[in-house]
């Protein structure tokens, strides 16, 4: 399986550190954790929305939300990356209330493989067979796969973002791997004809 977009996030020690300084009030910790989360979340959104402007506003919203929160008993305690994506889901819930959401995934999915063009060319044709392949994916399935291996959380930040328990996401994280693997493996034949 080709890999998804990785973006760095801080790692769990200083994620922790950070959180609890922000809770604290810490301006300069508040202002990493936007600097250092605001990417992922916002590719995490764009992956659903088509619209890159509406994607950033609700990005926006997440902080704002984030904000607010430090400044009440809803602040988030434990996994401010479990928080975050949670918070994330459901500004897209809140956005989509009763529209389906788009399904389109954002282009930017980085290059595999860099140096000649066949090289380029062939990275380019294998991330679009993953693009096509993911879009095909039921919602839950797209973002379990998005939290997992593109956004690199653990299950029980994935479970808390999904608001799901960890068994559920194992199970979540299997029919979809098995499922997108099964979408590669028919759409291979086709690949090494050029069709893709």
């Not at 200083?14 to 301006?27: F, I, M, N, S």
């Not at 929160?69 to 975050?84: K, Y």
């Not at 897209?92 to 389906?100: I, Q």
């Not at 290059?111 to 993911?134: I, N, W, Y």
Request: charged share 30%; no cysteine; net charge negative.
């Amino acid at each position: 399986m080709l890999p998804l977009l990785l973006l760095a996030l801080p790692d769990l020690p200083d994620e922790d550190r950070l959180l609890t300084q922000a809770r604290r009030g810490d301006r300069k910790a508040i202002a990493r954790i936007y600097d250092s989360f605001f990417e992922p979340v916002y590719r995490f959104i764009r992956w659903r929305v088509d619209d890159p402007a509406v994607a950033e506003d609700l990005t926006s919203e997440v902080f704002l939300k984030f904000l607010a929160a430090l400044r009440s008993e809803h602040a988030p305690r434990d996994s401010l990356r479990g928080w975050l994506f949670r918070v994330a889901r459901n500004v897209l819930h809140d956005h989509y209330r009763g529209a389906t959401p788009v399904n389109e995934l954002d282009d930017s999915l980085p290059l595999l493989a860099e140096g000649d063009m066949e090289s380029d060319l062939q990275a380019r044709l294998d991330a679009e067979r993953v693009r096509r392949a993911l879009a095909m994916l039921a919602p839950d399935q797209q973002e379990v796969l998005i939290l997992r291996f593109g956004q690199m959380m653990s299950l029980q930040d994935t479970a808390e973002s999904m608001g799901k328990s960890i068994s559920a996401i194992k199970s979540l994280q299997f029919r979809a791997v098995d499922t997108l693997r099964r979408l590669l493996a028919e759409s291979e034949p086709e690949a090494s004809h050029g069709l893709i």
